[in-house]
Protein backbone atom coordinates (compact mmCIF):
# COMPACT_ATOMS: atom_id res chain seq x y z
CA UNK A 1 0.00 0.00 0.00
CA UNK A 2 1.07 3.77 -0.27
CA UNK A 3 1.59 5.85 2.62
CA UNK A 4 2.51 9.06 1.91
CA UNK A 5 4.16 7.61 -1.06
CA UNK A 6 5.15 4.52 0.24
CA UNK A 7 4.31 1.26 -0.93
CA UNK A 8 3.84 -1.96 1.13
CA UNK A 9 3.18 -5.10 0.17
CA UNK A 10 -0.52 -6.72 1.48
CA UNK A 11 0.65 -10.14 0.62
CA UNK A 12 2.37 -12.10 -2.03
CA UNK A 13 -0.92 -11.74 -4.48
CA UNK A 14 -2.38 -7.78 -4.07
CA UNK A 15 -1.29 -4.37 -3.59
CA UNK A 16 -3.21 -1.64 -2.03
CA UNK A 17 -2.79 1.66 -2.77
CA UNK A 18 -3.64 4.96 -0.71
CA UNK A 19 -4.29 8.47 -1.98
CA UNK A 20 -1.38 10.59 -0.60
CA UNK A 21 -2.82 13.38 1.59
CA UNK A 22 -2.41 15.94 -1.00
CA UNK A 23 -5.13 14.07 -3.21
CA UNK A 24 -7.94 13.99 -0.63
CA UNK A 25 -10.32 16.62 -0.93
CA UNK A 26 -11.00 18.18 2.72
CA UNK A 27 -14.58 19.85 3.70
CA UNK A 28 -13.10 22.82 4.42
CA UNK A 29 -12.23 23.33 0.80
CA UNK A 30 -15.77 22.28 -0.27
CA UNK A 31 -17.67 24.75 2.19
CA UNK A 32 -15.42 27.80 0.66
CA UNK A 33 -16.42 26.62 -2.73
CA UNK A 34 -19.86 26.37 -2.28
CA UNK A 35 -19.91 29.92 -0.18
CA UNK A 36 -17.86 31.46 -3.65
CA UNK A 37 -20.23 30.14 -5.93
CA UNK A 38 -23.39 30.12 -4.09
CA UNK A 39 -24.63 31.48 -7.19
CA UNK A 40 -24.42 28.75 -9.33
CA UNK A 41 -24.36 26.09 -6.88
CA UNK A 42 -27.40 27.01 -4.80
CA UNK A 43 -30.07 26.87 -8.06
CA UNK A 44 -28.90 23.40 -8.43
CA UNK A 45 -28.88 22.00 -4.89
CA UNK A 46 -31.78 23.38 -3.48
CA UNK A 47 -34.06 22.05 -6.03
CA UNK A 48 -32.86 18.21 -5.39
CA UNK A 49 -33.56 18.94 -1.90
CA UNK A 50 -37.27 19.68 -2.44
CA UNK A 51 -37.39 16.81 -5.39
CA UNK A 52 -36.62 14.45 -2.04
CA UNK A 53 -39.14 15.97 -0.20
CA UNK A 54 -41.35 15.32 -2.88
CA UNK A 55 -40.46 11.61 -3.00
CA UNK A 56 -41.22 11.24 0.74
CA UNK A 57 -44.63 12.80 0.52
CA UNK A 58 -45.45 9.97 -2.48
CA UNK A 59 -44.35 7.24 -0.87
CA UNK A 60 -45.58 8.01 3.06
CA UNK A 61 -48.04 10.91 2.63
CA UNK A 62 -46.95 11.91 5.82
CA UNK A 63 -43.47 13.83 6.74
CA UNK A 64 -43.57 12.47 10.45
CA UNK A 65 -43.68 8.88 9.39
CA UNK A 66 -40.79 8.93 6.92
CA UNK A 67 -38.42 10.76 10.00
CA UNK A 68 -39.78 7.41 12.00
CA UNK A 69 -38.51 4.99 9.25
CA UNK A 70 -35.40 7.05 8.64
CA UNK A 71 -34.88 7.24 11.90
CA UNK A 72 -35.30 3.00 12.26
CA UNK A 73 -33.15 2.41 9.51
CA UNK A 74 -30.57 4.97 10.68
CA UNK A 75 -30.18 2.57 13.37
CA UNK A 76 -29.29 -0.42 10.72
CA UNK A 77 -26.93 1.94 9.04
CA UNK A 78 -24.92 2.69 12.45
CA UNK A 79 -24.64 -0.80 13.79
CA UNK A 80 -23.09 -1.80 9.86
CA UNK A 81 -20.81 0.92 10.50
CA UNK A 82 -19.72 0.29 13.70
CA UNK A 83 -19.01 -3.45 12.55
CA UNK A 84 -17.15 -2.83 9.77
CA UNK A 85 -19.63 -3.84 7.19
CA UNK A 86 -20.42 -2.08 3.85
CA UNK A 87 -23.38 -3.69 1.92
CA UNK A 88 -23.41 -2.51 -1.86
CA UNK A 89 -26.77 -1.10 -3.13
CA UNK A 90 -27.76 -4.70 -5.01
CA UNK A 91 -26.72 -6.77 -0.90
CA UNK A 92 -29.07 -4.12 0.84
CA UNK A 93 -32.06 -3.82 -1.27
CA UNK A 94 -32.19 -7.89 -1.66
CA UNK A 95 -33.06 -7.97 1.92
CA UNK A 96 -36.94 -7.05 2.34
CA UNK A 97 -37.24 -6.87 5.80
CA UNK A 98 -34.48 -4.80 8.62
CA UNK A 99 -34.49 -5.68 12.05
CA UNK A 100 -33.52 -3.33 14.53
CA UNK A 101 -33.22 -3.55 18.14
CA UNK A 102 -33.38 -1.80 20.91
CA UNK A 103 -36.72 -0.19 19.55
CA UNK A 104 -38.49 2.20 21.92
CA UNK A 105 -40.86 5.40 21.49
CA UNK A 106 -39.50 7.32 24.13
CA UNK A 107 -36.23 7.33 21.77
CA UNK A 108 -38.14 8.07 18.96
CA UNK A 109 -40.33 11.00 20.22
CA UNK A 110 -36.89 12.75 21.78
CA UNK A 111 -34.68 12.45 18.97
CA UNK A 112 -37.26 13.41 15.91
CA UNK A 113 -38.85 16.22 18.76
CA UNK A 114 -42.12 14.36 18.34
CA UNK A 115 -44.70 13.87 21.28
CA UNK A 116 -44.46 11.20 22.65
CA UNK A 117 -48.06 10.63 22.07
CA UNK A 118 -47.86 11.18 18.41
CA UNK A 119 -44.79 8.89 18.00
CA UNK A 120 -46.84 6.26 19.48
CA UNK A 121 -49.83 6.97 17.00
CA UNK A 122 -47.60 7.27 14.20
CA UNK A 123 -46.12 3.74 14.63
CA UNK A 124 -49.23 2.01 15.43
CA UNK A 125 -50.18 3.62 11.85
CA UNK A 126 -47.13 2.40 10.22
CA UNK A 127 -47.73 -0.82 11.69
CA UNK A 128 -51.49 -1.23 10.73
CA UNK A 129 -50.34 -0.13 6.97
CA UNK A 130 -47.81 -3.31 7.47
CA UNK A 131 -44.61 -0.96 6.70
CA UNK A 132 -43.24 -2.25 10.88
CA UNK A 133 -43.83 -5.19 12.65
CA UNK A 134 -43.22 -5.64 15.97
CA UNK A 135 -41.56 -8.51 17.93
CA UNK A 136 -41.42 -8.58 21.30
CA UNK A 137 -38.88 -5.08 22.12
CA UNK A 138 -37.11 -5.60 18.19
CA UNK A 139 -38.91 -3.81 15.34
CA UNK A 140 -39.40 -5.04 11.87
CA UNK A 141 -38.75 -2.93 8.82
CA UNK A 142 -40.70 -4.50 5.82
CA UNK A 143 -39.85 -2.52 2.70
CA UNK A 144 -41.72 -4.54 0.31
CA UNK A 145 -45.15 -3.14 1.51
CA UNK A 146 -44.17 0.17 0.00
CA UNK A 147 -43.43 1.18 -3.76
CA UNK A 148 -40.22 2.68 -4.58
CA UNK A 149 -38.43 1.31 -2.33
CA UNK A 150 -34.89 1.93 -3.92
CA UNK A 151 -33.64 5.32 -4.27
CA UNK A 152 -32.87 5.22 -7.66
CA UNK A 153 -33.55 8.54 -8.63
CA UNK A 154 -31.98 10.21 -5.38
CA UNK A 155 -28.75 8.34 -6.29
CA UNK A 156 -28.73 9.68 -9.77
CA UNK A 157 -29.68 13.25 -8.68
CA UNK A 158 -26.69 13.15 -6.10
CA UNK A 159 -24.28 12.10 -8.58
CA UNK A 160 -25.63 14.70 -11.55
CA UNK A 161 -24.79 17.16 -8.72
CA UNK A 162 -21.50 16.10 -7.63
CA UNK A 163 -20.35 15.80 -10.65
CA UNK A 164 -21.47 19.51 -11.83
CA UNK A 165 -19.60 20.48 -8.44
CA UNK A 166 -16.55 18.17 -9.24
CA UNK A 167 -16.03 20.47 -12.25
CA UNK A 168 -16.05 23.85 -9.85
CA UNK A 169 -13.63 22.20 -7.55
CA UNK A 170 -11.26 21.30 -10.53
CA UNK A 171 -11.60 24.68 -11.81
CA UNK A 172 -9.98 25.85 -8.46
CA UNK A 173 -7.41 23.08 -8.24
CA UNK A 174 -8.91 21.42 -5.64
CA UNK A 175 -10.24 17.93 -7.00
CA UNK A 176 -7.38 16.79 -9.78
CA UNK A 177 -9.99 15.80 -12.15
CA UNK A 178 -13.58 16.34 -12.43
CA UNK A 179 -15.77 12.94 -11.89
CA UNK A 180 -18.87 12.05 -14.48
CA UNK A 181 -22.07 11.24 -12.99
CA UNK A 182 -21.44 7.55 -13.75
CA UNK A 183 -18.01 7.04 -11.79
CA UNK A 184 -19.68 8.29 -8.68
CA UNK A 185 -23.00 6.60 -9.27
CA UNK A 186 -20.38 3.66 -8.59
CA UNK A 187 -19.09 4.98 -5.97
CA UNK A 188 -22.45 5.55 -4.00
CA UNK A 189 -23.60 1.57 -5.07
CA UNK A 190 -20.92 -0.07 -4.24
CA UNK A 191 -20.27 1.61 -0.35
CA UNK A 192 -24.17 2.47 -0.05
CA UNK A 193 -24.91 0.98 3.82
CA UNK A 194 -21.93 3.22 4.58
CA UNK A 195 -22.92 6.49 1.88
CA UNK A 196 -26.64 6.30 2.95
CA UNK A 197 -25.50 6.72 7.02
CA UNK A 198 -23.83 9.93 6.55
CA UNK A 199 -26.63 10.84 3.95
CA UNK A 200 -29.34 10.54 6.79
CA UNK A 201 -26.84 11.96 9.49
CA UNK A 202 -26.89 15.11 6.40
CA UNK A 203 -30.68 14.98 5.91
CA UNK A 204 -32.29 14.00 9.08
CA UNK A 205 -30.80 16.94 11.05
CA UNK A 206 -31.76 19.48 8.52
CA UNK A 207 -35.55 18.21 8.50
CA UNK A 208 -35.71 18.83 12.22
CA UNK A 209 -34.23 22.14 12.33
CA UNK A 210 -36.30 23.20 9.49
CA UNK A 211 -39.44 21.50 11.71
CA UNK A 212 -38.55 24.00 14.59
CA UNK A 213 -38.11 27.25 12.39
CA UNK A 214 -41.77 26.03 10.65
CA UNK A 215 -43.22 24.10 13.61
CA UNK A 216 -44.17 21.41 11.13
CA UNK A 217 -42.62 19.77 8.02
CA UNK A 218 -45.82 20.09 5.65
CA UNK A 219 -45.75 24.50 6.03
CA UNK A 220 -40.86 23.59 5.32
CA UNK A 221 -41.78 21.73 2.36
CA UNK A 222 -44.45 24.20 1.01
CA UNK A 223 -42.29 27.17 2.19
CA UNK A 224 -39.28 25.18 -0.06
CA UNK A 225 -41.47 24.64 -3.37
CA UNK A 226 -41.75 28.64 -3.11
CA UNK A 227 -38.13 29.26 -2.63
CA UNK A 228 -37.03 26.82 -5.17
CA UNK A 229 -39.43 28.39 -7.64
CA UNK A 230 -37.63 31.60 -7.20
CA UNK A 231 -33.87 29.83 -7.40
CA UNK A 232 -35.25 28.59 -10.88
CA UNK A 233 -36.28 31.80 -11.94
CA UNK A 234 -32.81 33.52 -10.68
CA UNK A 235 -31.26 31.17 -13.13
CA UNK A 236 -32.73 31.58 -15.94
CA UNK A 237 -31.60 35.52 -15.79
CA UNK A 238 -28.16 34.87 -14.69
CA UNK A 239 -27.34 32.19 -16.50
CA UNK A 240 -24.08 30.72 -14.94
CA UNK A 241 -22.89 34.28 -13.56
CA UNK A 242 -20.98 34.29 -10.92
CA UNK A 243 -22.41 36.97 -8.47
CA UNK A 244 -21.64 37.53 -4.73
CA UNK A 245 -23.83 35.45 -2.81
CA UNK A 246 -24.92 38.57 -0.82
CA UNK A 247 -25.94 40.37 -3.77
CA UNK A 248 -27.70 37.24 -5.47
CA UNK A 249 -29.63 36.89 -2.56
CA UNK A 250 -30.42 40.40 -1.89
CA UNK A 251 -31.61 40.80 -5.58
CA UNK A 252 -33.06 37.29 -6.41
CA UNK A 253 -34.51 35.40 -3.38
CA UNK A 254 -35.19 38.27 -0.80
CA UNK A 255 -35.95 41.19 -2.99
CA UNK A 256 -39.59 42.85 -2.12
CA UNK A 257 -39.23 43.66 -5.97
CA UNK A 258 -42.03 42.01 -8.09
CA UNK A 259 -40.19 40.82 -11.62
CA UNK A 260 -39.86 37.47 -9.83
CA UNK A 261 -42.37 34.83 -11.58
CA UNK A 262 -44.66 33.31 -7.89
CA UNK A 263 -46.62 30.35 -7.32
CA UNK A 264 -49.85 29.41 -6.62
CA UNK A 265 -51.74 27.13 -4.03
CA UNK A 266 -52.52 24.61 -7.19
CA UNK A 267 -49.16 24.35 -8.50
CA UNK A 268 -47.68 23.99 -4.83
CA UNK A 269 -49.95 21.15 -4.30
CA UNK A 270 -49.14 19.37 -7.52
CA UNK A 271 -45.33 19.75 -7.37
CA UNK A 272 -45.52 18.66 -3.38
CA UNK A 273 -48.49 15.50 -3.67
CA UNK A 274 -49.64 17.85 -0.30
CA UNK A 275 -53.67 18.13 -0.89
CA UNK A 276 -54.62 21.12 -1.93
CA UNK A 277 -56.71 21.99 0.97
CA UNK A 278 -53.90 21.37 3.21
CA UNK A 279 -51.13 23.76 1.00
CA UNK A 280 -53.63 26.66 1.32
CA UNK A 281 -53.87 26.15 5.04
CA UNK A 282 -50.50 26.00 5.13
CA UNK A 283 -49.80 29.15 2.81
CA UNK A 284 -51.97 31.43 4.95
CA UNK A 285 -50.21 30.00 8.04
CA UNK A 286 -46.99 31.33 6.00
CA UNK A 287 -48.16 34.49 5.19
CA UNK A 288 -49.59 35.52 8.43
CA UNK A 289 -45.84 34.74 10.20
CA UNK A 290 -43.78 36.33 7.79
CA UNK A 291 -42.55 33.77 5.50
CA UNK A 292 -44.29 34.16 2.20
CA UNK A 293 -46.40 37.17 0.28
CA UNK A 294 -49.13 37.41 -1.82
CA UNK A 295 -49.59 39.49 -4.81
CA UNK A 296 -52.73 40.08 -6.53
CA UNK A 297 -52.98 37.02 -8.29
CA UNK A 298 -52.63 35.06 -5.71
CA UNK A 299 -48.42 34.15 -6.45
CA UNK A 300 -46.36 33.60 -3.44
CA UNK A 301 -42.64 34.53 -2.78
CA UNK A 302 -40.21 34.28 -0.09
CA UNK A 303 -39.65 37.24 2.29
CA UNK A 304 -36.80 38.37 3.84
CA UNK A 305 -38.50 38.33 6.88
CA UNK A 306 -36.24 35.49 8.28
CA UNK A 307 -33.37 35.82 6.21
CA UNK A 308 -30.40 35.92 9.32
CA UNK A 309 -31.85 32.93 10.35
CA UNK A 310 -32.50 30.87 7.49
CA UNK A 311 -29.44 31.55 6.41
CA UNK A 312 -27.87 30.59 9.27
CA UNK A 313 -29.47 27.53 9.18
CA UNK A 314 -28.42 26.63 5.68
CA UNK A 315 -24.93 27.20 6.26
CA UNK A 316 -24.82 24.29 9.12
CA UNK A 317 -27.00 22.83 6.34
CA UNK A 318 -23.92 23.34 3.78
CA UNK A 319 -21.31 22.30 6.35
CA UNK A 320 -23.13 18.68 6.08
CA UNK A 321 -23.48 18.68 2.56
CA UNK A 322 -19.67 19.64 2.65
CA UNK A 323 -18.90 17.11 4.82
CA UNK A 324 -20.83 14.16 2.53
CA UNK A 325 -18.91 15.37 -0.64
CA UNK A 326 -16.05 14.91 0.41
CA UNK A 327 -16.46 11.45 2.18
CA UNK A 328 -17.92 10.62 -1.78
CA UNK A 329 -14.91 12.39 -3.39
CA UNK A 330 -12.49 10.51 -1.12
CA UNK A 331 -14.44 7.50 -1.47
CA UNK A 332 -14.16 7.65 -5.12
CA UNK A 333 -10.48 8.58 -5.41
CA UNK A 334 -9.66 5.63 -2.86
CA UNK A 335 -11.40 3.04 -5.73
CA UNK A 336 -10.30 4.92 -8.98
CA UNK A 337 -6.28 4.29 -7.84
CA UNK A 338 -7.37 0.89 -6.69
Not at 88 to 103: A, G, H, M, P, V
Not at 254 to 276: L, Y
Not at 290 to 299: A, T
Request: net charge positive; proline share 2%.
Amino acid sequence: MFILGIKFEINKHMTLSLPSFDELVRSEEIMSTLEESYAVIAPIWVPLQVQWMNGIYSTFKDHEKFMIIAHLISKSFQFYSQNFIRLTFDEYFSQNQIEIEKYNIMDIAKNLSIPKETARRKTKELESIGYIKRRSKKIIIDRSTWPDIQPIYTVKRLSRFFSTLSKTLHQKKILKETISSEDLTKTIKENFSYVWKLYYDMQIPMLLNQKKLHSDLESFHVWGVCLVNQFIDSKKKIGSSHLSKEYYLDEFIFSQKRSQSGVNAMSISDITGIPRATVIRKLKKLVKNNFLKIDSKKHYYTTGHYQKILLNMQKKNFLNLSKFAASIYNLNIHQRIN
